[in-house]
C-alpha cells in the first residue's frame, strides 16, 4: 500500500506502544490508531523505539503489528520497524513482518557495533534479497554512534528497495548538503519536528512525527501545507513550544502529552522512568492550546 509518493508531502507517525500494569493496552493502541485515521496521515510504524520496541517480545510485536493492520487499512499504511544490530536477525524480523501484512520496512542502520560503510550497504543488501517490500532506512547517529555522511545516502542509492530515509533529529544541515539526485532519489522524512518546516522548505518528502502521536490533525496539517501564509503563524508557533516540551524523543513526556489530551496511561518500561513532575508540568502548559483540537477515542469500538 505504501507509495511514498514524492508529489505529495506524507506523515507517518511512530506509535507510542500503551502499557498499564506492566501489559500492552490493546485498547488505548486501537484507540491511537483511530485518532491517527481520522487526522489522514499516511500511515503508522509499530514497534519503532518511540514505542519502546526493544522492550517488546516476539509475542508482543506480532500482535501490534496484526492490530495495526487489521485496525489500519485501508486508511493508511503500517510500517514495522524491523531493524537490529544484527543481519540474520533482521532479515528475521523483515520476513516475519512481511508474512504479517506489512506495508513497509523502517530498518534502522546497525547501531554500536560501528561497522564500516562497506558492511552497512552489505547489510542492507542482504535485507533488499530477502524481502519484496519497500525499505526506509534510519539514519540516526545520536542512537546508532556512527556518522556516516553523504556517503551512506550514496552507497544505499544503488539498492532498489530502499525508496526512503529517515533522517534524525538535528540532520538538517546533513539534508541540506546532499546533492540534488540523492534528494531526488529517495522520499526524505525528517524526525526533527522542531525543525520540520525548514526541513519540508529545503524540499524535504515529509515526516516521521513523534509529536503526532498527541496532535496528529495539526502536524498533519502543517506537513501537508505546500507554503506557510500569514495565518498560519500561531500554529506554528503553538507546535515549536509542543516540540520543545517533549525534547525531540522523550517517551515519558510524550506519554504524559498523550494522557494529558487523550487519557491513555503513561506508563514506560524500564530503563525508561515516568516524567519528573517539572517536565509533566512543562508538557501540560505546551499542549493546553490543543486540548480541544484533537477528538479523544479513548473507548473507540
Known amino acids: ?36 485515521i481520522i ?20 509475542d508482543e510485536r506480532e500482535t501490534l503489528l496484526k492490530t495495526a493492520v487489521f485496525r489500519g487499512r485501508p486508511h493508511m499504511s503500517v510500517i514495522v520497524a524491523a531493524g537490529t544490530s544484527c543481519t540474520a536477525k533482521t532479515i528475521e524480523r523483515c520476513r516475519r513482518a512481511e508474512r504479517l501484512g506489512a506495508d ?28 519484496n517490500l519497500p525499505i526506509v532506512v534510519d539514519d540516526d547517529p545520536g542512537r546508532t554512534a556512527k556518522d556516516y555522511g553523504p556517503a551512506l545516502v550514496e552507497a544505499l542509492a544503488e539498492i532498489d528497495a530502499v525508496v526512503g530515509i529517515c533522517h534524525g533529529a538535528g540532520r538538517f544541515e546533513h539534508f541540506a548538503g546532499l546533492p540534488a539526485w540523492l534528494k531526488n532519489r ?10 520540520l518546516m525548514e526541513f519540508l522548505d529545503m524540499g524535504g518528502h515529509g515526516a516521521l512525527s513523534a509529536l503526532a502521536n498527541i496532535i496528529p490533525s495539526p502536524v498533519q496539517t502543517m506537513v501537508a501545507m505546500t507554503e506557510r501564509g500569514g495565518g ?12 520543545t516540551a517533549v525534547d525531540v524523543d522523550d517517551v515519558a513526556a510524550l506519554k504524559e502529552a498523550q494522557f494529558f489530551l487523550h487519557q491513555s496511561a503513561a506508563d514506560v518500561r524500564l530503563p525508561l522512568v515516568a516524567a519528573e513532575p517539572e517536565i509533566i508540568l512543562r508538557v501540560r502548559r505546551a499542549f ?14
Open 39 to 58: 487526522a489522514g496521515v499516511d500511515g503508522v510504524i509499530v514497534c519503532d523505539v518511540i514505542g519502546e520496541g526493544p522492550t517488546l517480545g516476539a
Open 1 to 36: 500500500m505504501t507509495s511514498f509518493l514524492r508529489a505529495r508531502r506524507q506523515t507517518y507517525t511512530p506509535l507510542l506502544t500503551p502499557f498499564a500494569e506492566g501489559r500492552v493496552d490493546m485498547g488505548a493502541f486501537e484507540a491511537a490508531i483511530d485518532r491517527q
Open 232 to 243: 498560519c503563524n500561531s500554529p506554528l508557533q503553538a507546535m515549536s513550544v509542543a516540540a
Open 104 to 131: 513497509a520496512l523502517l530498518v534502522t542502520v546497525p547501531y554500536y557495533s560501528k561497522p564500516t560503510l562497506k558492511g552497512v550497504s552489505a547489510h542492507f543488501r542482504e535485507i533488499a534479497a530477502a524481502v
Open 186 to 195: 529517495f522520499s526524505h522524512l525528517s524526525r526533527g519536528d522542531g525543525e
Open 288 to 301: 493546553a492550546p490543543f486540548a480541544r483540537c484533537e477528538p479523544s477515542t479513548r473507548h473507540a469500538a
